[in-house]
């Protein structure tokens, strides 16, 4: 667990690491109707019933009044790309031999959207508000990695 | 206005409270608790989120529920959504300080109506909230040696019991009475009619620290309303006032302090009773929930705050002074022994309950007498904080 440095001569410092084996994190009322309806090939929202806000992710309560939600609705799967970029490098900084496109997906009438994979555009093509749809797995199993990637719409 | 040791504007009070079930594990996600309980205190003042001015959150370690930055995560939920919103966190006395912290963007004149929010979700952590424990100690000093967090508690307990000559049966009567306290609590987790015997066979953990003595890890959210007096009167026939405030913090070096006495808590006491005007806290406070994660830190806490004289809690307990019929009922909630202890969330249930005490609207855990002045205490940090409230109708 713990190594003491020898540093000429001199104890200098001790490692050690914040040894939690794991989180499991419970997807809650809202996030649970989410994931199953990946699962089933649909994207869920929620609507409050006090103001009309439709929330995606959905969630139990709305942010604008505080109400309780009960209501899920399925949303239209075409959306459009409200913003992107183009990651170069992963997160150990080293050079990806392919780029990958990453957005932030919108959809009509709805507060909130998804972040994924844009695949099969080039980069050059791609402009905000360019229509897109998501592409679901074969196997899913209600993550958010079910939609395999967004692309645009033919 | 000066009440001779603080300055601020504006009378607060607490118009309203909510509470969800403290349970071992809860399927809802922490923003899905807070909310519950946001919503129930707005229900109960009779307010929506459009008449709050600001938000106040309160939680412990982020390393519970596995999400950095707790803070930013839950302000949907608080109700917070553009909003002034603040989080606070002094570890387990978080949840009265929430309310402390509430109390000032009252007291000061910078917001009139604050909605108060505190929530702890612990079951995520694997394998067990103890292994975060292990992380608020040195981490070259302590660490290294396996500390344990109920390794302070049993030196302290041990020390207490040496310094007056105390039994653990005369402990463990704590354990015994705010376990039955909490039969009568809705949201309660642990609660159970026991005997002293219970307590004095059940495992012994870190010796003289037995399983029976120790509050559980739970899930679980409350929250309050507060206003100042212009919008209190407007919106309530029976609002309770916030009358001291106080918290006052001991050396983070746990091996310099005092074990027998909770220094931390005389003067946070101190600061509070000066500002509401309180020469003699026995005689002057009706009721009070002391902060209990373990049954002989309710007898330190009630020393601490001058309800008991050093080493006398005891005596009190044995005499049934401190039962819900008594003269000075502490932890008529059942307290953290009882209801269960989500960290910030089992704070500001304390303040809810002396909320409810002060109302009579606590049903079947209202006190026999007729309480006016109220106390809600908790402890916390490196448990070097004390976090006091004092409320009255
Ligand atoms: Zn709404």
């Known amino acids: ?154 | 206005m000066a009440r001779m040791n603080i300055n601020f504007k504006n009378r607060v009070a607490v118009i309203g409270a909510g509470l969800t079930l403290f349970r071992r594990r809860m399927y809802e996600t922490s923003r899905e608790l807070a909310w519950e309980a946001a919503k129930q205190a707005l229900d109960s003042a009779g307010l929506t989120l459009n008449d709050i001015d600001a938000v106040v959150f309160g939680s412990a370690p982020d390393a519970f529920d596995g999400i950095h930055m707790q803070g930013e995560h839950m302000t949907d939920a608080a109700g917070g959504y553009m909003k002034p919103y603040t989080r606070v966190y002094v570890g387990g006395g978080t949840g009265v300080f929430t309310a402390i912290a509430g109390w000032w963007h009252v007291a000061s004149g910078l917001f009139d109506r604050v909605l108060v929010v505190a929530e702890e979700k612990m079951s995520p952590v694997r394998p067990h909230p103890q292994f975060v424990f292990h992380h608020i100690f040195d981490p070259v000093m302590d660490k290294p040696l396996g500390v344990n967090l109920i390794w302070i508690f049993a030196l302290e307990m041990a020390r207490y019991m040496y310094k007056y000559n105390i039994k653990k049966e005369d402990i463990a009567l704590v354990s015994v009475k705010n376990k039955r306290n909490a039969l009568d609590h809705p949201a309660a987790q642990v609660a159970a009619e026991i005997t002293v015997d219970d307590v004095l066979n059940s495992e012994t953990l870190v010796w003289p620290v037995q399983r029976l003595d120790i509050s559980p890890v739970s899930d679980g959210a409350a929250a309050i309303v507060l206003c100042n007096e212009e919008y209190a009167k407007q919106y309530t026939d029976t609002p309770v006032w916030i009358e001291g405030v106080g918290w006052s913090l001991d050396t983070t070096y746990w091996t310099n302090r005092d074990l027998a006495f909770p220094k931390y808590l005389y003067y946070a006491g101190k600061m509070a009773y000066k500002m509401a005007g309180i020469d003699n806290p026995r005689k002057e406070i009706d009721v009070a929930e002391v902060y209990d994660p373990f049954d002989y830190k309710e007898l330190h806490h009630m020393e601490g705050l001058q309800l008991a004289r050093k080493g006398e809690a005891p005596i009190l307990t044995r005499e049934g002074v401190t039962q819900r019929d008594g003269d000075l009922p502490i932890n008529p909630s059942g307290g953290l022994l009882g209801v269960g202890n989500p960290i910030a969330a089992a704070g500001l249930m304390k303040v809810a309950e002396i909320f409810w005490q002060l109302r009579k609207e606590a049903g079947k855990r209202q006190v026999a007498k007729d309480p006016v002045t109220g106390l809600a205490q908790a402890w916390g940090d490196l448990m070097q904080i004390g976090t006091v409230v004092i409320m009255r109708v």
Not at chain 1, 29 to 41: A, I, P, T
Not at chain 1, 70 to 79: A, L, P, S, Y
Not at chain 1, 107 to 129: A, Q
């Open chain 1, 1 to 154: 667990m713990s190594v003491w440095d020898v540093f000429n001569g001199k104890t200098r410092f001790l490692e050690d690491n914040m040894n939690v084996d794991k989180f499991v994190y419970t997807l809650g009322h809202g996030y649970e109707k989410f994931f199953n309806g990946l699962k089933e090939g649909k994207i869920i929202a929620s609507k409050c019933s006090e103001c009309g806000v439709t929330y995606l992710p959905p969630r139990i309560y709305c942010e604008e009044c505080l109400s309780e939600i009960t209501e899920f609705v399925e949303i239209k799967q075409n959306g459009v790309v409200l913003g992107y970029t183009i990651q170069n490098v992963d997160k150990d900084g080293r050079h990806l031999k392919e780029k990958v496109i990453w957005a932030l997906i919108g959809f009509n009438g709805v507060r909130g959207g998804i972040f994924h994979k844009l695949v099969g555009v080039e980069p050059e093509e791609i402009y905000v508000g360019m229509p897109v749809k998501p592409v679901f797995r074969e196997e899913r199993k209600g993550s958010i990695n079910d939609i395999q990637y967004f692309t645009k719409t033919v």
